[in-house]
């Protein structure tokens, strides 16, 4: 089945907004409200206490009684992609970091966008060194970590990942051996590229989780489908969730979020789940020319108030048994597996 029903309308199937499972899941503006409740401006706290009102609910009882936490031993993996570009993910991995590291969380974010790696730009970071130079055997994993004032430690511009290809065994091992050298992240967030493209895939497949971004707009609803159709061609069992950025209100986010969930439901036979949205904020265009991020810049904003209540959310979300840790991430990313994918990465 391909995607091209969606181009008809993919809010054709609206459900009502006021049905019995309405009547059992949360609504995340209130949530945002809550958790926003003494910083907000007058007008932004009206603005959210109005979306409270209008917005339709966004979690279920079940997915708002999880309260797993992360797991202390092994890093989380969790990898950030979409299938258009520019749709917001290293916008949204930056400062869902840093939300995380707000949190409580020990956060390292790595750029694994391998053509345009912004991370440190966001940041307003100009990096010395790459992973390319660990690859060559002439810097340590720990010496290209850099640790920000932002209380994140980033891994910046991976565009040497595709030289991993190319390593003998021995320098595969060392490669291995010097990432064991990252310790104590509760977490690790990936930036990855836009696209279905191998490359992309290859670091999506070996995360803990996978979260896809997207916009309303039908482009990238519909491409967001087609990541979701390649990452559950590989991986079945692979825990997807979404974030709908840029969405001029919660209801809007909810629509694209059921729609996605409905057809990957009902083509792909698999379970996503809706992590929750981001509103269009000028501010977000600002904070990025200031090369600031927004949830540092703008704490009181409607957006940052998103990003905080979605990185709470992930960390009240299941952490799977057999976590990978950034050791067996690269394993598996090094490994050929039997999934043509992997085969053609890097
Ligand atoms: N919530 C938001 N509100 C307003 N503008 C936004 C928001 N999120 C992202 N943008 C805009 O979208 C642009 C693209 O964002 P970003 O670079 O994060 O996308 P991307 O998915 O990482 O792109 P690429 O696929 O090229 O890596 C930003 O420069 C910013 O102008
Ligand atoms: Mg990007």
């Known amino acids: 089945m391909g995607v091209d029903f969606m181009i008809k309308s993919p809010f054709m199937q609206k459900k009502s907004l006021h049905g019995k499972d309405d009547m059992e899941i949360i609504d995340q503006a209130e949530n945002l409200r809550k958790m926003t ?4 401006s007058k007008s932004s706290a009206t603005v959210l206490e109005r ?10 009882t079940e997915e708002r009684n999880f309260s797993m936490p992360f797991t202390e031993s092994k890093t989380r993996i969790i990898s950030i992609t979409s299938g258009k570009g520019g749709v917001g993910k290293t916008t949204a991995s930056v400062n869902l970091a840093i939300s995380l590291a707000n949190a409580g969380k020990k956060v390292l974010l790595f750029d694994g ?6 991370v440190n730009v966001l940041l307003g970071i100009i990096p010395e060194h790459n992973i390319y130079e ?30 991993l290809a190319n390593l003998t065994d021995e320098q595969r091992e060392q490669f291995i051996k010097g990432l064991s050298e990252l310790k ?4 690790m967030i990936i930036d990855t ?9 290859g670091l999506v497949l070996p995360a803990d989780d996978v979260l896809v971004v997207t916009t309303p707009e039908p482009t990238a609803i519909t491409d967001a489908y087609g990541m979701i159709k390649s990452i559950v061609a590989n991986r079945q069992e692979k825990s997807i969730r979404l974030i709908v950025n840029r969405v001029p209100s919660a209801i809007e986010a909810k629509r694209v979020a059921d729609r996605l969930i409905s057809i990957s439901s ?6 996503v ?24 810049l703008y704490p009181g904003s409607k957006s940052a108030a998103c990003l905080t209540h979605i990185a709470a959310r992930l960390i009240n979300t299941p952490v799977q048994e057999d976590t990978t840790g950034i050791v067996g991430f690269f394993q598996k990313l090094l490994n050929v597996g039997s999934k043509e994918e992997e085969k053609e990465f890097i």
Do not use: C, M, W
């Open 273 to 296: 789940q809706n992590l929750g949205f981001i509103f269009e904020e000028a501010l977000v265009q600002k904070s990025i020319s200031n090369q600031r991020p927004h949830v540092v």
């Open 113 to 118: 966008d391998l053509g345009l790696a912004n």
């Open 193 to 201: 590229g836009a696209g279905v493209g191998a490359n992309v895939i």
């Open 51 to 60: 979306e409270e009102k209008t917005a339709d609910t966004v979690y279920t």
């Open 266 to 271: 009902q083509f792909l036979r698999t379970s």
């Open 134 to 163: 660990v690859i060559k055997g002439k810097k340590k994993v720990k010496d290209i970590v850099i640790t920000t004032s932002y209380g994140i430690d980033i891994i910046a511009g991976a565009n040497g990942i595709s030289q």
């Open 37 to 40: 409740r003494g910083r907000q």
């Open 184 to 187: 104590g992240y509760d977490v």
